[in-house]
């Protein structure tokens, strides 16, 4: 039995941290082009596959965050786990066009399963023992472990390729998935009153949940803002690869900035708490700057096509990606705090739907454009619309709410 005690109190949520780590041992992440391409697929293929995962993602999102609230939190989690899991099986074992396809759907679905229920549990367990305000450092300690297992799993996913072979890859990737199921059944049960609701009407409760976001002045500001950031790192983090090839720039360079990327991410979880304590009011226009500043320098290393500045341009970017998803961080406290038990994880999976469909809608008109009117033009279209659509003439009102 856990005593409520300080330390022993917080370390379910350290089984949660070691859990998603080991979740998030993605050998194949850097190299899954390659995969397939050794599978007889083209890059058509993978660009239609990863729009197919985005679709079953955001298909299933909200409808999976239903089942959070219907369900124990735990079970969800544990299931999303074992449908990846299932992912690496099939890749493992099996080859082909519709195993490959079979394997993106699973993981868009492991997806839609476990956001929105895993900040659920976090939160409900802070809770219970009173200790809600410390919402966002806890959240910030899981995005942390999150994105540190991204980027170890960045740099060994390339060894375990160069050295070994897809097959010995997916062999430790299928270890490492074991592993954070088994640790991830330690969790224990969070105890909660399920509304009759939830049983008889689910199309209601969808219904509530989602306006609850919307019509809620203390969060849909936030919720919008965060999205749309969301969306621009999509944009951001798209041009990455590109730029780099037009600069010229050494190959490891493109490892170099996937593990800034990653790291910078893990970095945001550990600083939330603190750069929200102190800077919450300027949040907004933090990340409006960078937006701005991100866009400048983007153009300027398409021009300069100088591989260092290219670089440069690419770091702080990333930076500008660790305030957003700091950002991101405290939308998602504020809306635990503003939500009830009974809709909890079924309102922050509307939220995650929220920044992924724009993720997914921003990426398909930055192509489009791209196609139309080329990379640079691309760019200067989105960074007018964006600083349209971000201009923080509401913030303070809502802060003042809050």
Request: with cysteine; net charge positive.
């Amino acid at each position: 039995m856990i005593k409520k005690i300080k330390n022993i109190d917080i370390f379910p949520l350290k089984i949660l941290y070691l859990g998603s780590f080991l979740q998030y041992q993605r050998f194949i992440m850097p190299v899954s082009f390659l995969f397939y391409l050794a599978n007889g697929l083209t890059f058509k293929d993978f660009i239609l596959f990863q729009s197919i995962f985005n679709i079953a993602c955001l298909a299933a999102k909200i409808p999976m965050g239903y089942f959070g609230d219907l369900f124990s939190k735990k079970s969800i989690i544990v299931f999303s786990y074992v449908l990846y899991a299932l992912r690496v099986v099939l890749w493992l074992f099996f080859r082909g066009f519709w195993i490959i396809l079979a394997g993106e759907i699973l993981y868009g679905l492991s997806k839609a399963f476990y956001k929105g229920n895993v900040d659920s549990y976090i939160y409900e367990w802070l809770n219970q023992r009173k200790n809600e305000n410390k919402m966002i450092s806890s959240y910030g300690d899981f995005a942390f472990y999150t994105s540190l297992g991204s980027a170890i799993s960045c740099i060994l996913g390339v060894v375990f390729y160069k050295y070994f072979g897809f097959k010995v890859l997916f062999t430790f990737e299928l270890i490492a998935q074991i592993f954070s199921i088994i640790v991830i059944l330690f969790l224990p049960k969070i105890e909660f009153k399920k509304s009759a609701s939830v049983n008889k009407d689910w199309f209601n409760h969808i219904k509530i949940s989602i306006l609850s976001i919307l019509r809620n002045k203390k969060i849909n500001f936030y919720a919008y803002y965060s999205a749309m950031l969301t969306g621009i790192t999509s944009v951001l983090v798209w041009n990455f690869q590109p730029l780099l090839k037009i600069s010229s720039a050494p190959v490891f360079l493109y490892g170099l900035t996937n593990v800034i990327n990653q790291l910078l991410r893990s970095l945001a979880g550990k600083v939330a708490d603190l750069i929200s304590k102190l800077y919450s009011k300027y949040l907004v226009l933090i990340s409006y700057i960078f937006v701005i500043l991100s866009f400048i320098l983007l153009f300027e290393a398409y021009k300069l096509k100088n591989a260092l500045f290219s670089f440069f341009s690419i770091t702080f970017s990333c930076f500008a990606v660790l305030f957003f998803l700091v950002f991101s961080i405290y939308t998602i406290s504020l809306i635990h705090k503003n939500t009830r038990n009974i809709n909890r994880a079924t309102t922050s999976s509307t939220n995650s739907f929220l920044g992924d469909f724009a993720s997914f809608l921003f990426l398909l008109i930055f192509k489009y454009l791209y196609d139309i009117f080329g990379l640079f033009n691309a760019l200067l279209i989105f960074l007018v619309l964006f600083l349209i659509a971000l201009f923080p003439y509401s913030y303070r009102n809502n802060l003042q709410k809050n």
